[in-house]
């Protein structure tokens, strides 16, 4: 059976369905028995739902009634933040 640790190296794995059948297997036999990693996976996956969310709600198109001034402001903002990292 695997541990905590170990578990933690296949969450992703796991949630998409591209484990090996039986590493998925031994990943859920952990799960059945941890309730510290059933908690972190659930967690887990509701911030994977909440970013999506978020991200789709950034594709939707910026209200009328924001300024086009804000939004300038917004976008040399970000653009700046991105070149500092590169």
Avoid: W
Wanted: aromatic share 6%.
């Amino acid at each position: 059976m695997l541990n905590c640790k170990e578990f933690e190296q296949f969450i992703d794995d796991y949630i998409d369905g591209s484990l090996p059948e039986n590493v998925s297997r031994k990943v859920y036999l952990h799960l059945l028995a941890c309730g510290d990693c059933r908690s972190y996976i659930t967690a887990y996956q509701s911030s994977i739902e909440m970013g999506k969310a978020i991200c789709d709600k950034l594709d939707s198109e910026v209200p009328e009634d924001v300024p086009e001034e804000l939004i300038t402001l917004v976008l040399e903002n970000i653009k700046q933040k991105g070149s500092k990292e590169d």
